[in-house]
């Protein structure tokens, strides 16, 4: 039976809201009742977040590979399950040792069951028509927050946080679990070039395909860095710059809405430019809005430009790598391109808090404006790679 692809994006665009507010959103409203339950500090209560990202990124290559294998239905499934094991751990810690067990088992979780493994069932489905699909994915996945949030803070109000997490547990077990079995497509369907995509026919293309992967490794670790300690730090950082803290929290609600808008934007544009244009935007709107920060323009545009960036690069991240290299290893280049970004940000809480520690929250700023030309100027080079090869004879 053929899956509509309605169906397959809006049964894992429910997934994905329910998946990241579990998990990479789950600790900032059960952050203060875990802490008073429990008596441990703040830094301890944060390490839970980076061992999850830690574990993610260790395991993400060998699920990326078998989702290329096996289409990623089942894959996304276990995902369901270990996030439901790590929050039955996670309601059951009394101990730190069981704290940090139930976030590896969570980081598992995350790595079978988010974006990179969500993109990769969709490349297997679709092809090279999955371009569509990730951005109306990443359009569900953009509401996490804003249903999460909001749910698992009444939820701690309500039932205590112990009782959240085995809710959330539950709604895996017997809501997104099923949905995953039922609604995803049962295996990769086998796929063909369409007729105005190049094939390569040299050992030059190769090299060029390796500095491109190794262009969008170095701008996804980058944005990765930035991205983490930003939303980390952001209060810390903008406090010191004059902002008190109410007015710092209300610009930085800008975000979540510019990331969705310019995903908006992509989805009218229908896929008919190539994903190194949302890359180049999307980098560019990222240095933008670090530039406009540190050069004293108002904080309230300089976020929405970021945020737009940001949720530009989530769907180049899933876009690009498969217009550069097709569909057929397309999970197990997802699981790679995943492992160096999820270690990044499982190391950029410490670097961000040790940057702030060491040379203040100003000159912190400095260097994350700086670094944000890092990430556009990979992009700048995937596209004269691009152009290079379609003016080269080598390539037909």
Known sequence: ??????????????????????????????????????????????????????MSG???????????????????????????????????????????????????????????AAFSVLGAAYGRDARSAITQLTLWGGFASTVCWPLSA??????????TCLLYAGIHIFGTLPLCWWALPHASATHSATMHEPVRRSEVGVRRADIRFLCIVVAGVTLTLLATIWSIHMVTILTAGGYTTAAAIAVGTLIGPSQVGARVVEMMGGGRHHPIWTMLAATMLVFVGFLGLQMGFPAAAALVAYGAGNGLWSIARGALPLALY??????????????????????????GALLIDKVGAETTMVL?????????????????????????????
């Open 326 to 351: 097709g569909p057929e290893h397309y999970g197990a280049l997802m699981g790679r391109l995943a492992r160096p970004m999820l270690l990044a940000g499982a190391a950029a809480p410490t670097l």
């Open 58 to 116: 260790l395991t993400a290559p060998k699920i990326g590979r078998w989702i290329g294998r096996s289409g990623g239905r089942k894959t996304l499934c276990l995902g369901m399950a270990f996030m439901a094991i790590g929050l039955f751990l996670l309601s059951m810690a009394h101990a730190p040792w069981v704290y940090l067990l139930a976030w590896s088992v969570l980081g598992c979780g995350m790595a079978a069951g988010l974006y990179d």
């Open 1 to 54: 039976m053929t899956l509509s692809r309605a169906k397959v994006v809006s049964s894992l665009g429910i997934v994905q809201i329910f998946a990241w507010g579990s998990s990479y959103y789950l600790l900032a409203p059960l952050a203060g009742a875990i802490a008073d339950d429990t008596g441990w500090g703040h830094a301890m209560i944060s390490a839970g977040v980076s061992v999850a990202l830690l």
């Open 154 to 163: 009444w939820l701690v109000e309500s039932i205590g946080w112990r009782t």
């Open 368 to 396: 994350l404006a700086a670094t944000a030309i890092v990430p556009f100027s990979m992009a700048f080079l995937i596209h004269v790679d691009l152009m290079r090869e379609r003016r080269s004879p080598e390539f037909l």
